[in-house]
């Protein structure tokens, strides 16, 4: 047992550590990084916050697993439908460590199904399917 806590808080302070934040960086700057995708959601809740700074181009928040370029945001909008954003860049603070600033793409409405309607104006683009949120924090025991 106590082999799997030292092992789990050497995966911890790597994520912390400069080597891996260079990565982030780097992945950032140029491209949406390879690998799965995360979902996150607008909401106002201590240490899982995310919201608008100006909507509708970026957000703040306090996440534990920030987001990386790639990732969706679903946020409420006043129609009653779900807006379906992408995460174009992340700026990580340092104080506190889990503190962001993102720029944000619209891609459209949330169907429900795993599908985004795109949309310009009242008519309908095209439908895209968007990557199920698949990364997950596992500890083994």
């Known amino acids: 047992m106590t082999a799997i806590l030292l092992r789990l808080y050497a995966a911890i302070r790597y994520r912390m550590s400069a080597p891996f934040r260079a990565e982030v960086d780097r992945a950032s700057a140029t491209h949406y990084?390879?690998?799965?995708?995360?979902?996150?959601?607008?909401?106002?809740?201590?240490?899982?916050?995310?919201?608008?700074?100006?909507?509708?181009?970026?957000?703040t928040g306090n996440q534990a697993i920030p987001p990386m370029p790639g990732d969706y945001l679903f946020a409420p909008l006043r129609?009653?439908?779900?807006?379906?954003?992408?995460?174009?860049?992340?700026?990580?603070?340092?104080?506190?460590?889990?503190?962001?600033?993102?720029?944000?793409?619209?891609l459209?409405?949330?169907?429900?199904?795993?599908?985004?309607?795109?949309?310009?104006?009242?008519?309908?683009?095209?439908?895209?399917?968007?990557e199920p949120d698949t990364r997950r924090v596992v500890f083994l025991v």
């Not at 104080?95 to 720029?103: G, I, K, L, M, V």
């Not at 459209?108 to 949309?119: A, I, N």
């Open 108 to 130: 459209g409405y949330d169907l429900g199904d795993g599908r985004v309607e795109v949309r310009r104006g009242d008519e309908v683009v095209r439908i895209d399917a968007i």
């Open 79 to 106: 129609s009653g439908r779900t807006g379906v954003f992408r995460f174009r860049t992340v700026e990580r603070k340092a104080d506190p460590p889990d503190y962001f600033f993102a720029e944000v793409d619209a």
């Open 33 to 59: 990084p390879e690998g799965p995708r995360k979902h996150y959601r607008i909401r106002q809740s201590w240490g899982d916050r995310v919201s608008w700074l100006t909507y509708p181009d970026s957000v």
